[in-house]
């Protein structure tokens, strides 16, 4: 069965950064594209990045573009998303998904999620 973990969350103070990752197993990680998805409290979850199978295709969020970068490495089957001048708006749970066919940010077109990593940006 298709496995997606989290990892890399935390507390980080405004203007940190964090480094998430997601750990794809059990199924041909170079098949899918990946996105990373976040849910605040008494908030829908919202598509922040995608990338495409081997890195060709990329899309932000507007709310993050500038400060985050998503990238992969097939060969450890993991995905990054490397988050900078963070602020308490990024505050949420972190999902990664995987997704069979283009980078998409819209959460209904992935069957495959983690269980979700926490970052909360408070000083």
């Known amino acids: 069965q298709l496995q997606l973990v989290e990892s890399g969350g935390g507390l980080v103070q405004p203007g940190g950064s964090l480094r998430l990752s997601c750990k794809g197993s059990q199924f041909q990680f170079d098949y899918y594209s990946i996105g990373w998805f976040r849910q605040a409290p008494g908030k829908e979850r919202e598509g922040v990045s995608c990338i495409s199978s081997y890195g060709a295709s990329r899309d932000y969020a507007d709310s993050v573009k500038g400060r985050f970068t998503i990238s992969r490495d097939n060969a450890k089957n993991t995905a990054y998303l490397q988050m900078n001048s963070l602020q308490p708006e990024d505050t949420a749970i972190y999902y990664c998904?995987?997704?069979?066919?283009?980078?998409?940010?819209?959460?209904?077109?992935?069957?495959?999620w983690g269980q979700g990593t926490q970052v909360t940006v408070s000083s």
């Open positions: 998904a995987a997704h069979p066919t283009g980078c998409a940010l819209g959460p209904d077109q992935y069957a495959f």
